[in-house]
């Protein structure tokens, strides 16, 4: 049974350039959270996606916007990049909505974001 | 609003020695409760969690934790760590919200 996965690993960007993150749920999982984690910190939550719908949202500007597709994968997309953008993503995946289970978050490795 | 209180940020103990992270919240529902383990360059791992029942909760990697409602408190212990356990950990609450971190404490365990 495969974890959370997500791609890149790394990744390199320029300030103002745009970047998108991909992440696959664990089997029968069908929400999608993602976090974001500077270095030193523990992780913000950013947003929520569940049935190719933002439910919820984190205290993070319109410059971070994201997908869900009907395969239940999400992207995570930021535009205008800043030097504070570099931190670790984190997606997690949860469900299915309605048990208990659904509160419980599976993690992916991450994708380390560098902003030079 | 819900926070999350991670008393210590660094926690240095020898090895098979007892460990106890510490971790606070405050909420104004019933929460669910969890503790996560970083290790480095990784993503986070679930350690253990409450949501009902009781509230000695047990774990994977011998870990175990207690949830004490009038303390407001998810502290986190081992009977006898090892070298492996040194890591970042992260408490975190939910009340079917997304979840709330505390800003991890880490674990150094010397040989």
């Known amino acids: 049974d495969a974890g959370v996965t997500q791609s890149p690993t790394h990744l390199i960007k320029t300030r103002g350039q745009q970047v998108t993150l991909r992440c696959s749920p664990k089997?029968?999982?069908?929400?999608v959270s993602w976090y974001q984690q500077a270095l030193g910190q523990g992780p913000q939550f950013i947003f929520q996606y569940y049935e190719e719908e933002e439910r919820q949202r984190g205290n993070f500007p319109d410059r971070f916007s994201g997908h869900q597709f009907p395969n239940y994968s999400s992207e995570l997309n930021v535009n205008a990049l800043l030097l504070g953008d570099s931190a670790l993503y984190l997606c997690a995946s949860s469900g299915p909505l309605g048990a208990i289970s659904t509160d419980t978050q599976y993690f992916g490795p991450g994708t380390r974001l560098t902003v030079l | 609003a819900q926070s999350v209180t991670q008393l210590d940020s660094q926690v240095p103990v020898f090895e098979e020695a007892p460990v106890e992270l510490r971790c606070n919240y405050s909420s104004s529902v019933s929460v669910y409760l969890f503790w996560y383990v970083q290790y480095p360059n990784q993503g986070l791992q679930l350690l253990l969690k409450y949501l009902s029942g009781s509230t000695l909760v047990k774990g994977i990697n011998g870990f175990e934790a207690e949830f004490n409602k009038s303390q407001t408190s998810f502290h986190l212990r081992k009977p006898s760590v090892h070298i492996s356990d040194t890591a970042e950990y992260f408490c975190a609450v939910s009340d079917r919200t997304p979840l709330v971190f505390g800003k991890g404490t880490r674990l150094s365990v010397i040989a």
């Open positions: 089997s029968g999982h069908d929400t």
